[in-house]
């Protein structure tokens, strides 16, 4: 086969090959209870799949907090619900869509899309479904460097190390805000008002005072 015909392959040429690889191990799949939890919330991995779609990345980038912090489950969480081959499936049509956003006249093939389908569940499996849909809206704004003609692979696994750097330090961000806001709401909730304070340290001390004739009498009731 030449190099050319190699390129024009379809991905559903290419999936069979690498079902088929796996598929005894698929059927023998034991769902654990946090398996379970996903399965019930979002349905099979196609249906999970139809949430998660391309469309659902500008959500994720005008949602930043939701995107760190939410409750999407992450690639390594996909990878124990659903069977590999459906995570690889969803992150494809992801790298499909950025292809025709490109508009390149040099795409990524099939086989580029593969490998990197690969690369992102092994070395980002921390990711949130939510932050992946984050990074590729990114991508798309030019955030990380534009392509230059074409859909480099390489270009994207290095925005890919960009992203991981950005997102530690927007979490951080995050963490940091939340426990000052938790530090001045504690704050405010054992404040009291200057009326409240003299009233409160009137009653604890055993002396009054009073004014008479201009003057100060102190009187002493501790006895």
């Not at 005894?24 to 349905?43: F, M, V």
């Not at 270009?155 to 950005?166: D, G, K, M």
């Amino acid at each position: 086969m030449t190099i050319e015909a190699k390129k024009t392959k379809k991905l559903s040429e290419i999936m069979p090959m690498r079902i088929a690889s796996n598929g005894l191990q698929e059927k023998q799949r034991k769902h654990s209870e946090a398996d379970l939890a996903i399965i019930t919330r979002y349905g099979d991995g196609r249906k999970f799949a139809e949430t998660f779609n391309p469309d659902l990345q500008r959500a994720c980038s005008e949602n930043l907090v939701r995107s760190f912090t939410g409750d999407a489950p992450t690639i390594a969480a996909l990878r124990s619900a659903y069977p590999e081959r459906q995570v690889r499936v969803w992150i494809l049509a992801h790298l499909e869509n950025l292809n025709i956003y490109a508009g390149a006249k040099n795409k990524m093939n099939p086989d580029q899309m593969m490998m990197l389908s690969d690369v992102i569940m092994t070395e980002y499996f921390y990711l949130k479904a939510s932050e992946l849909l984050l990074f590729f809206y990114q991508f798309k704004t030019g955030k990380y460097g534009e392509l230059y003609g074409s859909v480099d692979p390489l270009r994207i696994s290095s925005a890919l190390i960009e992203f991981a750097a950005y997102r530690s330090d927007m979490i951080f961000r995050i963490e940091q805000k939340q426990k000052e806001e938790q530090r001045l709401g504690q704050h405010k909730k054992n404040a009291i008002t200057r009326q409240q304070y003299l009233k409160l340290k009137f009653k604890r001390s055993k002396r009054q005072w009073r004014f008479k004739n201009g003057g100060v009498v102190f009187r002493d009731n501790r006895a």
